[in-house]
């Protein structure tokens, strides 16, 4: 639960739970009743803030990711952003990554002498440190994978699993296009 005081007496909140399986958006009044009921028990304000929020303001969606791919690139097409490695926003690092993604892209592809090239350049300079803060992000989304996904991705969790400031310091310390 996450509670900003934007001004103008009004707070904005936002709230997440896990879910089996995404849902299709709702009707407010059944949407807002889905909400008062999973924070019922909380300390307040939470409860009596939800109680207080107009239905129509409330937008509930589904936050839906996928265990790491290991490849993004065929010939001459590749991918991007969250279509090439979405993760749940527990680190703030959805866009980061996409924009580390596009400047490492102009990077290989003003340096490569071929599409094809420049693209195994980037996929293999990007791939595997996505993976770690997918894995990172998933662990502290308390998002929990098939069976078969938990052992692929046993050796990129681990890696996921350094120290918070050893992990920082990997993480902001990065330059897209000075890699390699
Ligand atoms: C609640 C929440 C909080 C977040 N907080 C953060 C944060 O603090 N920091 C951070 O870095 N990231 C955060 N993110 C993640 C961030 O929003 C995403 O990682 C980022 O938007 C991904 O950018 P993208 O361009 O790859 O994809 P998108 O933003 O999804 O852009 C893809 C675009 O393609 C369009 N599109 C889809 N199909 C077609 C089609 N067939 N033809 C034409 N257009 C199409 C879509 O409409 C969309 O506009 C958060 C995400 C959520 C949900």
Redesign the pocket.
């Known amino acids: 639960m996450v509670l900003v005081d934007v001004g103008a007496q009004a707070v904005f909140w ?1 709230a ?1 739970m896990l879910g089996a399986a995404p849902t299709e958006p709702g009707a407010p009044a059944a949407i807002h009743a889905r909400v008062l009921e999973a924070f019922r028990d909380w300390p307040n304000p939470v409860p009596a803030m939800l109680a207080a929020t107009d239905p129509h303001a409330i937008i509930e ?1 589904p ?1 839906v990711d996928r265990p790491p791919l290991t490849r993004w690139s065929v010939g001459r097409v590749t991918l ?5 490695h ?2 749940v ?1 527990a ?9 580390e993604d596009a400047v490492e892209l102009a990077h290989c592809l003003t340096t490569a002498p071929s599409i094809e090239g420049a693209l195994t350049t980037y996929e293999a300079g990007r791939l595997p440190r996505t993976q770690v803060i997918q894995a990172r992000s998933a662990t502290q989304g308390s998002r929990a994978y098939d069976p078969d996904s938990e052992r692929y991705l046993r050796g990129v969790a681990e890696q996921a699993q350094i120290g918070q400031d050893a992990f920082e310091q990997w993480l902001y310390g990065y330059r897209p296009g000075a890699v390699r």
């Open positions: 936002s997440g969606r936050l991007l952003g969250d279509a090439a979405p993760m926003p680190l703030g690092q959805g866009a980061n990554t996409a924009f």
